[in-house]
């Protein structure tokens, strides 16, 4: 059984920053794409950042410049750097990824909540 577990979610001041990081387990042969989505109350749920396997990335608009996805491919994790932090940035974050366990699947984590606020 595959299993994504998201970690970091916190409370933070305007301008501040968080690490979120997501940590896959389970009887994998090979992960490909992992994604951040995040989803405010009240709105759908969005893509934030992506990742191949092979380390191209690409962001929202809202989120360029600020934030940086990155991965350990050894360690089947992907991190989500976020700085300069705003209040629009309140959702909970999930990850997401493609894992080739017997097929190809498309996984999703439990989700944990940030909160920018003063």
């Known amino acids: 059984q595959v299993q994504l577990v998201e970690s970091g979610g916190g409370l933070v001041q305007p301008g501040g920053s968080l690490r979120l990081s997501c940590a896959v387990s389970?009887?994998?042969?090979?992960?490909?794409?992992m994604r951040w989505y995040r989803q405010a109350p009240g709105n759908k749920r969005e893509l934030v950042a992506a990742i191949t396997s092979g380390g191209v990335t690409n962001y929202a608009d809202s989120v360029k410049g600020r934030f940086t996805i990155s991965r350990d491919n050894a360690r089947s994790t992907v991190f989500l750097q976020m700085n300069s932090l705003k209040p629009e940035d309140t959702a909970v974050y999930y990850c997401?990824?493609?894992?080739?366990?017997?097929?190809?699947?498309?996984?999703w984590g439990q989700g944990t909540q940030v909160t920018v606020s003063s």
């Open positions: 997401n990824a493609a894992i080739y366990t017997r097929n190809w699947n498309d996984c």
């Open positions: 389970g009887s994998i042969f090979s992960i490909n794409a």
